[in-house]
């Protein structure tokens, strides 16, 4: 049970959903189309949210707001800061100089300057060389004087021994003071072109996310909310506002992420498949433990290779404004009038014969007008229903990790296509208030922490080296606010480091549970 | 003889991707690293053995140490000066041309930045077709040349010369130096004249990577069947296609084993297979029968795209096929089996090759 009294805004590209939870029940729901300023369409759910419950904004125990105006901005290039692109790493790192593997359009938006240091680190945690304190200090006077607004700190090896960019960064904020600094190793994992790339594109946000936190948190004082504000992060967890201040890269991809965390918890199931049936494709993806399996590789954002992981999602092209062709075995094509279904499907008087039709003439839906599809062969409707029902049970199957009858989720307005019985699946469930999923997903989220090491043991040493890495992710979720008791391991990798001699292995730990004096949260309802 | 530009290297890097075998590195490092040295210092002049004056005297160039290394550690360039000089004074002349060593993974792409860096002509060929760990596995090896006066440089230009009858030693002595140099080193080795070029390497290497590249491209632009294309391009077999549904590691002798569970799917549905891998794929058996061992390249390729899928970059859930292709000829022989073949890798299985395999499949 999601405990207290939770209101859950997200503001995606198009629309702004928003929901409010009392104890885990959906109360009040709301979705507008977003607003150019973000805060007012926040303003406005949560007054739409206070009026339909009844509640006052002073009952209200946190707001988590979702969006992917950080997002939008990078990828349009809006609102970019200029960036300093410092690297702890001399003499190594200049066969790739920063921004390399970036699309021109990007790299050219925004103002740029690198500047490459001593101070990276070796494969042990070594110092490869000596941090310069008066290299670092004319560093801050050629930035002062390039006029550069933000900095992007990158040490070779960070991820596994910080102290030398920790180092770095206060030397720089001294004399280069009100810049803000992003420190690479805040953002993740080993890879440095990723992580240095992460670091840039959120230095240029820093700017945008310093003026967009305040209106938020403005907005909030003003409704006369005085609950806590957090912000969901791409894996589904989330930040305060100070924090989101600081990384707003961290809300990236949180809009996908909490579109399925969303459609999970309504269904009252931490592990399921969830198939989002739209006008073009059928999306499909796994929640596993009330998350969303992510990607195996990492993430292209606008083009640029960053360190963060996507729900991994498979799409059908299956959905509402499929074109049938009814001579096929196989009636549903792969093409689709897609957002013109309200003017070419046949049930709206349009001249083409759509997966639509088919199920308004097979009794799913009452939508436009059934006279003009009353003629369509029993045979047809059925072949395309089957079609529909094998290539999504196909793909749900594909996409399991174990043998076994999943159970399914249908979320999306195509969804009518799809039956409620499908071969191989445990069952399927069509929640309510799936329109505003995302918003469930952002007032669902819990704190988290991911600790990464690069450790040498034995077998018989294996146990004891993953219960330190476990402890050290649990400590650091606790110090990000998360109760101690619901604390559980969600992911461990662990992987063998090639050509370094045996008995060397990358361990990554990933912990969640809910906030501090919340109950501990398995969605049921 | 033709000049390489920006514009080869995807291609390349696809194409090395896949001859690495699941090792040799992330080519998209390499490429990104070629790309900047040829922007730099313009296109690199390609030629073919054949092309080789008598006395040319070609010398492979490759970084040696951990990819989790590279890929943090972004190499430097600039001591390859101080490499080549180091060469040259132990063995008493320049290199005329440069040469990839092996044509698996980042490998295939770094001799290309160091030839434009170092205004050098590259040599279309390489010393195992493939990616194998260790410096004694390549085919000039196993034919008696050695592999010094041999050359590691960091990124401080500090440089160590080795010389020594064995190339195992080379190797092992090789592998510490690499560690004290922050397991990302610039090497160079195997020193060969026009000769043993024609005799013991693989010619069209590059081209075969190339070639293969935009195979895999062209497929995935017109919707076919990459995996196919490309089994059927190195006269291999997709011998099993399957989901990824487990990851196991042990150590055991020294050797630290993955072993990769697929869980068939379409044409392998029903059966379950197991990888077996080092740095590069070795052996993959299902229940009932060994399906390919090393030497013979195992790939594992990813379904949809028909792009490599590298050990480090296995997780669950990947959805792959897995093609096995035959080795050089020169790897099949007793002597060579002893060092690249199941055994010398502690798997207790004899050799077949694919193409025997497929053919007692097929009898």
Same mark, same amino acid.
């Given at each position: 049970m999601t405990s207290g009294i939770r209101v859950g805004i997200d503001v995606g590209g198009t629309h702004t959903d928003a929901a409010l939870l009392d104890n885990g029940h959906v109360v009040a729901v709301h979705k507008d189309r977003t607003t150019e300023d973000v805060t007012s369409g926040i303003v406005a759910a949560l007054a739409t949210l206070l009026g339909q419950s009844g509640y006052s904004p002073t009952d209200l125990e946190a707001v988590m707001v979702g969006t992917t105006h950080f997002t939008n901005a990078f990828v349009e290039a809006r609102d970019l800061a200029s960036v300093a692109v410092v690297r702890l790493g001399y003499p190594a790192t200049t066969s790739v100089p920063p921004l390399s593997d970036w699309p021109e359009t990007l790299s050219a938006a925004i103002p740029w300057e690198w500047f490459l240091c001593r101070g990276g680190r070796e494969f042990d945690g070594r110092p490869s060389t000596a941090l310069d304190e008066a290299e670092l200090i004319g560093v801050a006077d050629r930035i002062r004087r390039a006029g550069l607004e933000t900095v992007a700190l990158t040490g070779v090896f960070a991820p596994l021994e910080p102290s030398s960019e920790r180092a770095a960064a206060a030397v720089l904020a001294a004399h280069l003071p009100g810049i803000p600094i992003t420190v690479s190793s805040d953002l993740g994992q080993l890879g440095f072109l990723a992580r240095e790339n992460a670091a840039v594109i959120n230095s240029s946000l820093r700017l945008l996310a310093r003026s967009t936190v305040a209106a938020i948190h403005s907005a909030m004082t003003e409704i006369g909310v005085q609950a806590p504000v957090y912000m969901s992060q791409n894996d589904g967890t989330l930040a305060d506002l100070a924090t989101t201040r600081r990384f707003p890269v961290s809300t990236f991809t949180s809009g996908p992420t909490n579109s399925l965390r969303g459609a999970a918890f309504l269904s009252g199931l931490s592990d399921c498949t969830v198939v989002d049936v739209g006008g073009t494709t059928a999306d499909i993806g796994v929640v596993a433990d009330g998350f969303p399996r992510e990607t195996s590789t990492t993430a292209e954002i606008g083009g640029v290779a960053t360190n963060f992981r996507l729900p991994d999602v498979v799409s059908l092209p299956i959905g509402g404004g499929s074109v049938v062709e009814p001579d096929s075995e196989r009636p549903i094509s792969r093409r689709s009038v897609g957002h013109r279904l309200l003017e070419r499907a046949l049930v709206f008087g349009g001249d083409t014969l759509t997966a639509t039709d088919l199920a308004v003439a097979g009794g799913r839906a009452r939508i436009g007008d059934p006279a003009r599809v009353r003629d369509l062969p029993a045979d047809l409707v059925s072949r395309g229903f089957r079609q529909i029902d094998d290539d999504v049970a196909a793909a749900v199957d594909r996409a399991q990790l174990r043998a076994g009858r999943p159970a399914v989720v249908l979320a999306g307005g195509?969804?009518?296509?799809?039956?409620?019985s499908l071969a191989g699946i445990g069952r399927v469930i069509r929640p309510d208030h799936l329109a505003v999923a995302n918003a469930i997903g952002a007032a669902t989220g819990e704190i988290g922490a991911t600790v990464e090491r690069l450790l040498e043991y034995t077998d018989s040493e294996r146990a004891s080296a993953m219960a330190a890495v476990t402890e050290a992710a649990r400590a650091q979720a606790r110090a990000l606010g998360a109760d101690q008791a619901g604390l559980r391991v969600v992911d461990i990798e662990e992987s063998v480091v090639p050509y370094l001699g045996g008995g060397r292995f990358r361990v990554r730990v990933r912990v969640v549970g809910p906030l501090e004096g919340k109950e501990a949260g398995v969605p049921t309802h | 003889m033709y000049q390489l530009t920006e514009h080869d290297l995807g291609d390349i890097a696809i194409g090395a991707a896949l001859l690495g075998t699941g090792g040799g590195g992330d080519p998209a490092l390499g490429r990104l690293i070629a790309r900047e040295a040829l922007r730099r210092h313009g296109p690199v002049t390609v030629v073919t053995p054949e092309e080789l004056a008598p006395d040319s005297l070609v010398l492979p160039v490759a970084t040696m140490g951990a990819p989790t290394a590279a890929n943090e550690k972004l190499p430097s360039l600039e001591p390859v000066e101080e490499l080549i000089r180091a060469f040259a004074d132990a063995a008493g002349r320049r290199p005329t041309h440069l040469m990839p060593i092996e044509i698996g993974g980042i490998a295939a792409l770094i001799p290309i930045a160091i030839a434009a860096q170092l205004g050098l002509p590259l040599v279309d060929a390489d010393m195992m077709g493939r990616a194998f760990p260790e410096l004694q596995m390549v085919i000039p090896s196993l034919a008696?040349? *050695?592999? /010094?006066p041999m050359v590691l440089a960091d990124e401080f230009a500090n440089t160590v010369v080795l010389r020594s009858d064995d190339n195992a030693h080379t190797e092992r002595l090789a592998r510490a130096v690499c560690v004290a140099m922050g397991a990302a080193a610039l090497i160079a080795l195997y020193p060969v004249d026009a000769e043993q070029v024609l005799a013991h390497t693989i010619a069209g290497s590059l081209s075969r990577a190339a070639d293969l590249g935009a195979l895999v491209r062209n497929a995935s632009r017109d919707h076919q069947d990459a995996a196919a294309a490309v089994a059927e391009r190195i006269e291999g077999t997709v011998v099993f296609e399957g989901k990824v549904i487990d990851l196991q590691r042990r150590t055991e002798g020294g050797f630290t084993f993955v072993r990769t569970l697929l869980e068939g799917t379409g044409p392998s549905l029903g059966r379950t297979a197991e990888i077996e891998s080092q740095n590069e794929h070795l052996l993959i058996r299902t229940a009932d029968a060994t399906l390919a061992t090393t030497p013979d390249l195992i790939i594992i390729v990813?379904?949809? *795209?028909?792009l490599a899928v590298t050990t480090e970059a296995l997780r669950y859930g990947v959805r792959t096929r897995v093609i096995a292709a035959p080795c050089d000829? !020169?790897? !099949? /022989?007793e002597g060579a089996l002893a060092v690249v073949g199941p055994r010398a890798f502690g798997y207790d299985e004899d050799f077949v090759s694919i193409v025997d395999r497929v053919k007692e499949r097929v009898a």
């Open positions: 195509g969804s009518i296509l799809v039956s409620d | 008696g040349v *050695s592999a /010094t990813d379904a949809a *795209s028909g000829p !020169r790897y !099949r /022989t």
